[in-house]
């Protein structure tokens, strides 16, 4: 595994006729990826199969994710299962600073020369907003995994429900909850009940 992610692709494997790439997404990768979310992993591995091409620069990525997860109820807050099937599709360009290298260094001004570099230094390092919005890789190797948390990220409802029937949490009632059985928490405050009943 490499140290840049899980789900690696080598640019020189790739050309205009493409590669189909498989990777078993793990539950312990994707309870990382879900690392603060509601969602969890449930039941077994997950898989993502992808086809790439290459053509210049550009890296072409369509596949599709399938995993198994687990969200509280919106309302009753009970255990929801998900298999969300995510289609993923991406068109990656290098990054600014390596395709900036691929071009070679800028030239040197002449001495004397005014140059416009020298009120921003930085410039080489900065990019258009078009090229701050496209997708990117980086050096010779493809990097999805960034790109799989988010497409499971976004597939994921915002309000799961176990059944659009669902009425959510049930307040106790004098004969205690639904299922006939008085929730244990409040056992000490009936009892404080009963004792003031008795006194009075």
Known sequence: ?????????????LDVDGRDVEFTIAPAWLRGALEGC??????????????????????????????????????CLRPVELRPHVELALLLFPAPSAAKAR???????????????????RE?????????????????????????????????PTFPLCSEAC??????????FPSGETDPRLLPLLELAKRRNWKE
């Open 124 to 156: 080489e390092d900065e990019f258009s907003d078009e090229e701050a919005d496209a997708d990117t890789y980086e050096g010779d190797v493809v990097v999805l995994d960034r790109f799989v948390r988010e497409a499971i990220l976004l597939e994921s």
């Open 1 to 13: 595994m490499s140290a840049r992610g899980t789900f690696v692709i080598p640019i020189h494997d």
């Open 103 to 121: 071009n070679g260094a800028a030239q040197p001004s002449r001495p004397g020369s005014r140059s416009t570099d020298a009120r921003r230094p």
């Open 38 to 75: 509601e969602a969890q992993p449930a039941g077994p591995d997950g898989s993502l199969h992808v086809h790439l091409t290459k053509t210049g620069n550009e890296v072409l990525v369509q596949g599709q994710i399938d995993v198994h997860l687990v969200v509280p109820c919106a309302r």
């Open 167 to 176: 009425e959510g949490i049930r307040p106790a009632t004098d004969q205690g």
